[in-house]
């Protein structure tokens, strides 16, 4: 009842997992990662410990097709399970029982393992695993892409309810206190691919710096004056004044209130992203 794409950027070193399934917080089940073993996706009658052993036996040095040979291995239930696999070598498997509902299969390669049940065709694995190779951008971007893919092939045959992207990066986590890049989800949403792209780019937008380089505006007088009018406009500032340092101030209050702070810069320039938002707001 669930299509998943499953990751390994070897270089960035990032790990990742995009998840749809008409079964409420698909999140919450499906994905486990770990930035020193891998990643792993257990779906089907999802069996939690093959995402609890599995990352547990990649640490320990276990390859993607060791790891699942293990857990079969101790799983009577194994032909009703579906699981996704990939390591820090790039080594990437998929597994489907033979008592999984139809259609159910997956598809592999280096470092990425896609698989689905339920589905209404083999198309939606087939538009992930194409759509993650032949999409540009960062893992993030190529796992949203992917996933949308797999919807618009067909996705899960019973209709949409939740869905997830994770993504670790090694000290990537709000502060850089942990690996956790970026974990968004939709628990309970009709349209929840489509939803998930709405709050993936809001996340993005506050809290990940992930634009071009070059989408940057240069804070001179003409760009603090319009920031200060608009400022003024929401209470940031008592008085129209043109003195940057009360300006930078005010400005600065208002990013730390819209949760901008992993945006700040001070290089004299400004993300057009977080620009763009207070002129719009």
Known sequence: MTFSIV??????????????SKFPSVGSLVPWINMKAG???????????YGRTGI?????????????????ENDPESEHRQVGIV?????????TGSECYDWAGGKSG?????????????????????????????????LMCALEAGQ?????????????????????????GSDVYIDVRVDDHPNATTELRRVFELYSMILLEREDPQSITELTIDTYVRISRKLLELKYLDNDTQDSVVIEKAFTRWIHTENFENKIRDDGFVWNSVYNYLLNS
Not at 39 to 49: G, H, I, R, W
Not at 88 to 95: E, M
């Open 7 to 20: 990751a390994f950027d070897k270089e960035t070193g990032e790990l990742g997992i995009a998840v749809q």
């Open 87 to 95: 390591d820090l070598q790039g080594n990437a498997i998929s597994f």
């Open 39 to 49: 990643a792993v996706a257990t779906q089907a009658m999802a069996n939690l410990e």
């Open 152 to 176: 618009k092939a067909g996705g899960d045959s019973r209709g949409q309810q939740s869905a997830h992207l994770l993504v670790h990066r090694k000290n990537g986590g709000y502060g850089g």
């Open 110 to 142: 280096e470092g990425i393992a896609c698989q689905g049940n339920i589905l209404v065709s083999k198309e939606t694995v087939d538009a992930m695993y194409d759509t993650y190779h032949s999409t540009d951008g960062d893992l993030a971007e190529k």
């Open 56 to 72: 547990k036996l990649l640490q320990a040095g276990a390859t993607a097709q060791q790891v699942l040979n293990i857990l079969l």
